[in-house]
């Protein structure tokens, strides 16, 4: 079965050898950050922080819960060595088939609430990430809900929110995002505050759905039991009417109010870089706040690739560009957004190419935003997850001339982009590069030059000999 909550996570990863407890007390300020985006540069275990300076025994921090392919495959109830190719076949499987959430009465698990002049945020040992950062993030690997109030439509999204007092939180959802949308065009106009949940330590799969890009109207709670193959447990909040994950370490209870906003940030973005300066983020007015006993507050200290952001939230993603792609009748074998690309970079291979191919890849991906400023399309002999073979098709068959394409466009670039102006960052102003990495269409079979790989140059006996025999010659 997959893990029914962290506990059960963490659990299985320390018998994978893919976490490492730190059992002597650590600082919240800095030194847990540090360490956790240290063991994500390396590739290294999760971090299970067992003490935190200034915090009573039991208090906890999960460091990178999604950081590696390997903990992305264990979360998923396969073997730590699973290839990516495979996580995303499986992911891809799983999620055309929705399982509907459960809602129970009562949590699993003993709770502890606070509510009213009882609250505060500050009990929890929310780390201060980065040097420079604009103050203490409670929320950067959680689960935010909230719904239309018209439709009904509950949405799951992953947004990083910053302890503002003891009493409110400062958010910074996109206005693109899905909580954006639904705050400017459902509560702003009519002055109501809106309804939110900061849920904290979910069990992976729950997290890891919060970090996909999935379309309006469709419920991420109902993908989250497709991948865990069973339905997830809900439990309607004490101080409003959302419905959360029952397995939850940490859920903060709240409103966003319309008309106010408070400075958010700097944070370490996902890019691998620092925002400049603050910015006015959400205001989130904390209402109740419930945890359980010894909570875990689960944290991805974003930065320079790998980290959860740029395994676990791109897996999603490349799944919902390939449906795009496939929705437009394009022959879409696979797309990846490898990690070392910050989500700027995707990988797309085709059955057919040709540069008019690699354009319609490109107008479809970026006509609504583009944030993939760079976008490879290979044919389906590289395999995109294999970023050896991808480097090699760009080298050899991107014509440096006819092969590249380079565009702009008004109002729908990210502002994180680093390289980007100032001036750019704030028209958002999109620089889209396509690569055209296929033959050209209108080439003759005997115009393409034979690939000299393993696969392609040796007679099928002559691979078996070697494949049957390889251990005997002394390999792994």
Known sequence: MVPKDVREFITTLESTGDLVRIREAVDWELEVGAISRRSSELGGPAVLFEQVKEYPEGFRILGGPLATWRRLAIALELSAETSVREIHRVYEERVKHPVKPVVVKSWSHRRHIMQCNDIDLFRFPAPLCHELDGGRYIGTWDVVVCRDPDTGWTNWGMYRFMVHNRRFLVGAPSPASHLGMLLKQKFIPTGQPMPVAVVI????????????????????????????????????????????????????????????????????????????????????????????DSPILTMSCLGVPPDDSSVAGALGVSIGLKRRLLEHGL??????????????????????GGSAMAQRVRDILTGRRAWYTKIMVVNEDVDVFDMRQVWHAFAVKCHSFRGIFLTQQEGVGSELTPCYSKEERERRVGAIALFDCTWPPEWSQSDIPVKMSFDEAYPAEVKNKVLNKWSRYGFK
């Open 331 to 352: 022959p879409v074998t696979d797309v990846f957004l490898p990690p070392e690309g910050a989500s700027h970079l995707v990988v797309v291979g085709v059955k057919q």
């Open 201 to 292: 330590g979910a069990d992976p799969l729950c997290s890891l759905v919060a970090a996909t890009g999935f379309r309006p109207g469709e419920s991420e709670a109902d993908f989250a039991g497709a991948l865990r193959q069973e339905a997830v447990e809900l439990i309607k909040c004490q101080s409003n009417d959302l419905l959360v994950p029952a397995n939850a370490e940490i859920v903060i209870e709240g409103e966003v109010l319309p008309q106010a906003a408070a400075p958010e940030g700097p944070f370490g973005e996902y890019t691998g870089y620092r925002r400049e300066a603050d910015h006015l983020g959400v205001l989130m007015r904390v209402t109740a706040i419930t945890y359980r």
